[in-house]
């Protein structure tokens, strides 16, 4: 309304777009997959109470790390071998830099919400010195993105749809995760220490260790977001690779109480916030941001309403 | 000599939206409430202040719109995390999303706009001493404001009544509670006061540093300004040298490029995020060395009345 549209005839057309034709339904799988990866990597980290706020820079520098790998040996190595090492390096790359912060917290203590995020800020003005410097393809107007990757490169779809691999993966790591935190060990070390520090602390778990751990599969995660985006759908590295999707796995996993099989249902949720704002982009020319003011919406709903079904509230009169 | 005293000039500049956002972060969490959404408040700041100025053409009323608008979304984090007790880290992320897609929505179409930065205003007399005069008494108003505002917060935070109120609250609200101080309304004061600063802060930006409107004006300086209010050990005085210490990170950041020097621009964009982690680990490893608890005692955690902790 405040932007001078009709909301009922908007939210009938965005209704439309999505949920009857088959592209919308594509759409909204292939953007649920980057929110699946992001939402676990938060949700992980959240299980120990630890914040990644990270997961956008974890993100890019997951496709810096199977970019360089693409661009040096594209063509050089045989057939398969070289998706599944650009697989393992954005796993890499996502990891170190989630390590970082890990790192700084285990070691130091220092407060990973501010060093996580702010590493955001460098992941992307590393890859924006590349994309603007060495790794600019000269073919294509000096815009700033890398030359498309051969077939070896990319992952295959489902049939006739845009819908990549990237989801089955996705969906491989959700189980992954679940199994790791209910079935395992270092899984109960994990909820444990989230749920009790000092407890975790006297049954004899190294916080320290775990906390690095932690982070750097946090990182390798969101990596894998970034893995899933280049080579299932733009084959080639460019600049705004993500549109918030890192930022948005924080709201993901917070929807999702940060349980893995949550994960899932609240990535195809905030999945519709995507594809709605790109409707209302096309139809409207509202700019995609717009999605940031829906989540930042929704997550003070779900804040507010959370005392709600935490505590009953009774009304008590006193009787003089 | 020059080159430094221009690249100070800048740095006060460019640390002045820092200190009004670390001075609202300061007053937020000594009384126990941390404010994760300083970008985002920042950004409502600079949006609002934008379009007044594009409309008014006046700094002063920018500047009021500017702070009241910052006041009032702050008011939706104090509402959740004092009044339905979430949490403040996630509140305060809702902040900064909210604020971020807010200027993003109404920015959109301004893009490209400019309004008249303020002008400098030399203060006779003190202008006149070498270095500092230039640094310090050569700006413009608000830069001014700023330092009335560090005063006047550290004068409100530690030597009146209302102060040691505020700071209770950040250290033992159980006990104000049982000396019939009422720690919600002392938070919301608090959150709200702080937030009207962040958002000057905010302002600050379009008004002076960058007259035109781009999307994301603030460029992460909220979060900066998040890591500043714990390297200030919570001190008024402290963000003062904190804020201008990264101003000239910042002012580096664009003077380097104008002598000619051969970095990439995208390294010196890095430069102000790396030099706050790494100020960052090296405070906390002073905090844990010296073993003294600096940061107020309850800061981040749910008041409920009448329940022990």
């Known amino acids: ?320 | 000599m020059d080159f430094l005293v221009q690249i100070l000039i800048a740095a006060v500049g460019m640390g002045t939206p820092l200190l009004f956002a670390t001075l609202g972060g300061v007053i937020s969490e000594r009384a126990g409430v941390i404010n994760l959404g300083m970008e985002g408040l920042m950004l409502v700041g600079a949006l609002v202040a934008f379009v007044v100025m594009l409309n008014t053409g006046s700094y002063f009323y920018a500047l009021v719109a500017a702070s009241i608008a910052s006041g009032i979304v702050s008011m939706i984090h104090g509402i959740v995390c004092l009044m339905l007790r979430a949490s403040q880290i996630a509140s305060g992320l809702a902040l900064t999303f909210f604020g971020a897609g807010l200027s993003g929505l109404f920015g959109d179409k301004l893009t490209g706009e400019t309004v008249e930065p303020l002008i400098r205003i030399p203060i006779p007399g003190l202008n006149a001493i070498p270095v500092l005069g230039p640094v310090l008494f050569n700006q413009d108003v608000l830069v001014y404001f700023s330092y009335l505002c560090v005063g006047l917060s550290w004068w409100m935070l530690f030597k009146t009544r209302l102060g040691l109120n505020i700071r209770s609250m950040g250290e033992a609200p159980e006990v104000c509670d049982s000396l019939g101080l009422s720690v919600l309304s002392y938070r919301f004061f608090a959150v709200v006061g702080g937030g009207m600063l962040i958002g000057i802060g905010g302002a600050y930006f379009p008004l002076a540093l960058t007259p035109f409107w781009v999307d994301g004006i603030t460029a992460g300086r909220g979060w900066i300004a998040v890591a500043l209010v714990i390297f200030a050990f919570w001190d008024p005085i402290k963000a003062l040298g904190g804020a201008y210490l990264f101003g000239i990170a910042l002012a580096l950041e664009l003077r380097l490029q104008i002598l000619g020097i051969e970095i990439s621009p995208y390294f010196l964009k890095m430069l102000p995020y790396v030099l706050t982690i790494l100020v960052l680990t090296l405070v906390t490893i002073r905090h844990n060395r010296l073993g003294i608890q600096v940061m107020p005692a309850a800061l981040g955690n749910v008041f409920f009345r009448g329940e022990k902790h």
């Open chain 1, 1 to 320: 309304m405040a932007v001078g549209i009709e909301p009922l005839a908007a939210y009938q057309i965005v209704g439309e777009e999505i949920f009857l034709t088959k592209y919308g339904w594509q759409d909204l799988l292939v953007k649920m997959t980057p929110l699946m990866f992001t939402g676990l990597a938060v949700a992980l980290a959240a299980q120990m109470r630890l914040w990644n706020i990270g997961a956008e820079g974890q993100f890019h520098m997951g496709t810096f790390a199977l970019t360089w790998v693409a661009l040096h040996y594209d063509g050089k190595l045989p057939d398969g071998i070289l998706i599944i090492l650009m697989f393992v390096m954005a796993m890499i790359g996502g990891g170190l830099w989630g390590s970082i912060p890990g790192f700084l917290k285990a070691r130091f203590g220092v407060n990973e919400i501010i060093t996580s995020l702010l590493l955001n800020y460098v992941a992307v003005a590393w890859l924006d010195h590349l994309l603007f410097g060495a790794w600019r393809d000269p073919n294509t107007n000096n815009f700033p993105i890398t030359r498309e990757f051969s077939e070896a490169g990319q992952i295959p779809t489902f049939g006739n749809t845009s819908i990549h691999a990237g989801l089955f993966i996705a969906f491989i790591f959700v189980a992954i995760i679940a199994w790791i935190l209910w079935k395992t060990r270092l899984g109960f070390q994990i909820r444990l220490t989230g749920d009790n520090p000092h407890a975790a602390r006297y049954s004899g778990v190294n916080i320290r260790t775990l906390t690095l751990l932690v982070f750097a599969v946090s990182g390798a995660i969101a990596g894998l977001a970034g893995f899933s985006e280049v080579t299932g759908i733009h084959y080639r590295l460019q600049q705004n690779i993500s549109i918030g999707y890192g930022y948005t796995g924080i709201i993901v996993a917070w929807i999702a109480r940060n349980h893995p099989l949550g994960v899932v249902l609240s990535a195809f949720f905030m999945s519709i916030v995507f594809v709605s704002a790109e409707v209302l982009q096309i139809e409207y020319g509202l700019p995609i941001s717009m999605v940031y003011l829906y989540q930042g919406i929704i997550l003070f709903t779900v804040l507010g309403s959370d005392i709600f079904t935490e505590y009953r509230l009774r009304i008590r009169r006193l009787i003089v």
